[in-house]
């Protein structure tokens, strides 16, 4: 691993799971511009939330995005974020981590979409050709 995506692993890390401060000139400079395009990307691809992160000299920003065109921004969005995943915050945060480093480290935003299942339409099935 690279010491720059090191650098951004580092950075998001702090910024998502330890409750850093995130920049919102970053966000009005580099993200808001692209709202519009994310949301019909989510829309597209019928999810429920599209989450965005980008870092830049040190400084990172976040928004996340909702169907009903909620825009939530870095503190907020990780806030609502933590809240939707509820128990699973961590774990999914750090399940994206290397792919959102990887991204930005490429001269991308990381872009996620999300997609939330409700509880009581979940079915469980039997897996099939599995013996036990």
């Known amino acids: 691993m ?3 995506k090191k650098e951004i692993l580092d ?3 702090k910024a998502l799971l330890q409750k850093g401060q ?3 000139d970053l966000y009005k400079f580099e993200l808001e511009e692209h709202l519009q395009e994310w949301y019909a990307g989510l829309k597209a691809d019928r999810e429920n ?4 992160v ?7 920003a976040m928004v996340l995005v909702s169907k ?8 907020d969005g990780r806030e609502k974020l933590s809240t939707i995943w509820k128990l699973n915050y961590e774990n999914n945060v750090k399940l994206l981590l ?7 480290d490429s001269g991308f935003f990381s872009v996620t979409g999300i997609t939330v299942v409700d509880k009581s339409k979940r079915r469980w099935t039997k897996a099939k050709g599995f013996a036990r």
Not at 49 to 52: N, P
Not at 54 to 60: A, D, F, L, Q, R
Not at 98 to 104: F, G, K, L, S, T
């Open 2 to 4: 690279s010491s720059r």
């Open 11 to 13: 950075l998001l890390s």
């Open 22 to 24: 995130m920049d919102h």
């Open 49 to 52: 939330f599209v989450l965005v």
């Open 54 to 60: 980008t870092e830049n000299s040190g400084s990172v």
């Open 68 to 75: 009903d065109k909620t825009v939530y921004v870095n503190e």
């Open 98 to 104: 290397p792919a959102m480093a990887d991204d930005i």
